[in-house]
């Protein structure tokens, strides 16, 4: 049986092994604003995601914005990485750090951004279509969007884990795309990663049940061929081992009495390309 356990807000900064913490009405209200946050942020790029701006000047600006918000990149100083945001073009799976490396014309890029505001995280990140993106390009990013979807909706009390890995898992292996095991969504909260872990692969009716005051993520990599991944010499970045294309979308979200809350989802109606 897993643990649950309700917490305040000054609770919720406790790290607790494996135990699920089930955060109020003030842990909702947080994650409310961070997730605001970050999914501006989002939309603020629309404009710049462009072929020729190197991923280190959309990271300047992601930092700027985090900061103007009152907020700090949850990811500057997280475990030696340095940059504000992970910006993981075509067959870049996640995790890739910004540089001095141009877009180009029919590239497609996933930027995950996490402002800390408050003490709490709104992780969230889109893909964006660079200029003119071949179908079945496109095709994997809207498949992918689908997934985290198909996903959300299994978000809810009475369902498990499980339930939600499956939704995604049928919907990707149904267009023959590669569902990634080697990163998955997580809760947070106060803390940036917490319990429980969640697999987008699975089976109905496993692992822990959802309990309303769950927050946690769901963020689906799917690859057009096999979901097998490996880590770059940076120790960082993470490609697919067949250098398929990758794509990923992830929003944060809180188990509800009646299914679950999106805390981020695009004020502009950004939620996914074309924008
Ligand atoms: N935002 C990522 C996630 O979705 C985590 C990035 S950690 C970093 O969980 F250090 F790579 F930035
Ligand atoms: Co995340
Ligand atoms: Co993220």
Known sequence: MEQYVSVTPEEAMQARDGVIKLHGPEGFDGMRKAGRLAAEILDALVPHVVPGVSTEELDDIVREMTMRGGAVPATLGYRGYTHSCCISINHVICHGIPSDKKLKDGDIVNIDVTPQLNGWHGDTSRMFLVGDVPVKAKRLVDVTYECLMLGIEA?????????????????????????????????????????????????????PELRPGMIFTIEPMINIGKAAGKILDDGWTAVTRDR???????????ITEDGCEIFTSSPKGFDKPPY
């Not at 398929?244 to 809180?254: C, K, P, R, W, Y």
């Open 244 to 254: 398929s294309l990758s794509a990923q979308f992830e929003h944060s979200i809180g």
């Open 155 to 207: 978000a809810k009390p009475g369902n498990y884990v499980g339930d939600i890995g499956h939704a995604i898992q049928m919907h990707a292996e149904k267009h023959r795309y590669g569902v990634v095991r080697d990163f998955c969504g997580h809760g947070l909260g106060q803390l940036f990663h917490d319990a429980p872990e969640i697999v987008h692969v699975g089976r109905p009716g496993t692992g």
